[in-house]
């Protein structure tokens, strides 16, 4: 059995996107990839994440909101930050870990619809990083 790749996801508190990222990435990778987040803080899972993520039928209830750890940041294969603050703070990645940056906008305080949107925008991006590997 071949060992599993490890993507990490990181946005500032660990709360919405990659709480919301996690949740996909483990619907469209969880075959082949060992999924993680965590934010720069943990600022608690937000509720209208887990009340979006339901909607389409995704339970995050016992995701957990986590700071970074730097053995599984060293030790990705890939990481993918989700939002400026998250890129320009994230620690220095060693060299060998691939880290890229995919941009969404924090739902947080925002109308229902930004968390459907965003939730949405997640999921397809992560459907097609799954298809393409890019």
Not at 100 to 118: I, N, T
Request: hydrophobic share 35%.
């Amino acid at each position: 059995m071949e060992n599993k790749k490890t993507i990490y996801f990181l946005c500032t508190g660990n709360s919405c996107r990659s709480q919301m990222a996690e949740a996909w990435g483990k619907q469209y990778l969880g075959g082949k990839w060992n999924v993680y987040s965590a934010g720069i803080e943990a600022h608690g899972v937000n509720p209208n994440a887990i009340k979006a993520m339901n909607e389409v039928n995704i339970d995050i209830t016992n995701q957990t909101s986590n700071m970074i750890d730097t053995n599984i940041l060293n030790n990705a294969d890939l990481v993918v930050t989700l939002c400026s603050h998250a890129d320009s703070v994230c620690p220095s990645t060693p060299s060998h870990v691939n880290r890229v940056h995919w941009g969404f906008d924090d739902p947080a305080g925002k109308e229902w619809s930004e968390f459907q949107r965003v939730r949405d925008e997640i999921g397809e991006r992560i459907k097609r990083f799954s298809e393409t590997g890019e």
